[in-house]
């Protein structure tokens, strides 16, 4: 299903694990921070309220940190998404780091019970 960011063609909390790799913080000049921030947002609403997003890498082509992540992960805390970023195991023995959301205050999807 072709989709672009910042909207996403898919259900509130239709996926347990939403992951973004080399795209919003890779290209700054798509992806300017108000767009960065309408793009998290949008992960979020896509993922299960007892799911999360894992954005990565955190660094333009260019190898340069995101300035102005503080302010994003400010602007998220004001909408009910907490934020971290993780420090991750690469496999050639650096680490990486990565940004995980999740939805503060929503209540996880009742399943359906499989039961008779």
Request: aromatic share 6%; glycine share 12%; net charge positive.
């Given at each position: 299903?072709?989709?672009?960011?910042?909207?996403?063609?898919?259900?509130?909390?239709?996926?347990?694990?939403?992951?973004?790799?080399?795209?919003?913080?890779?290209?700054?000049?798509?992806?300017?921070?108000?767009?960065?921030?309408?793009?998290?947002?949008?992960?979020?609403?896509?993922t299960?309220?007892?799911?999360?997003?894992?954005?990565q890498?955190l660094?333009?082509?260019?190898?340069?940190?995101?300035?102005?992540?503080?302010?994003l992960?400010?602007a998220l805390?004001?909408?009910?998404?907490?934020?971290?970023?993780?420090?991750?195991?690469?496999?050639?023995?650096?680490?990486?780091r990565?940004?995980?959301?999740?939805?503060?205050?929503?209540h996880p999807?009742?399943?359906?019970?499989?039961?008779?």
């Open positions: 299903m072709a989709a672009a960011l910042p909207r996403l063609p898919f259900a509130d909390g239709a996926f347990a694990l939403t992951l973004s790799g080399y795209l919003l913080f890779a290209y700054p000049e798509l992806f300017g921070s108000e767009r960065q921030l309408a793009a998290l947002i949008e992960l979020v609403r896509v299960a309220a007892d799911g999360e997003v894992r954005v890498p660094h333009d082509g260019r190898g340069r940190r995101c300035g102005h992540l503080d302010r992960r400010y805390g004001g909408r009910r998404i907490a934020s971290e970023v993780r420090q991750v195991p690469d496999g050639d023995g650096r680490t990486r990565v940004l995980v959301l999740r939805a503060v205050g929503r999807r009742r399943r359906p019970s499989s039961r008779l």
